[in-house]
Nanobody, 123 residues
Framework: QVQLVESGGGLVQAGGSLRLSCAAS????????MGWFRQAPGKEREFGAA????????RYADSVKGRFTISRDNAKNTVYLQMNSLRPEDTAVYYC????????????????WGQGTQVTVSS
């Protein structure tokens, strides 16, 4: 089992950047596919980005492609989400998740979740 803790959220103006971190403990993060999801008020949780165990393959939602970059440092047991050119519609709680399966985009394919970190983008 792995425990996940997100950090790095906050308030930023449109066009700004933030870097989220997801620190894992319990079991090495290299055992898992890692993903970032987000949930805005009144909306369902949606996929943002995912990265395979080695870091050599990634997937992105169309809404963040070209603006967000997922990466991982297995030696530090940490996964990152660099978010650039932020928009008000990116405002949400961002969740880190770990999967024992394949590089997927469905939330039900992920086995472990962090508590989330709030990102608010002002216009």
């Amino acid at each position: 089992q792995v425990q996940l803790v997100e950090s790095g959220g906050g308030l930023v103006q449109a066009g700004g950047s933030l870097r989220l971190s997801c620190a894992a403990s319990g079991r090495t993060v290299s055992s898992y596919v890692m993903g970032w999801f987000r949930q805005a008020p009144g909306k369902e949780r949606e996929f943002g980005a995912a990265i395979n165990r080695s870091g050599g393959s990634t997937r992105y939602a169309d809404s963040v492609k070209g603006r967000f970059t997922i990466s991982r440092d297995n030696a530090k047991n940490t996964v990152y989400l660099q978010m650039n050119s932020l928009r008000p519609e990116d405002t949400a709680v961002y969740y880190c998740a770990a999967s024992r399966g394949l590089l997927g985009v469905r939330a039900d394919g992920y086995d472990y979740w962090g508590q989330g970190t709030q990102v608010t983008v002002s216009s």
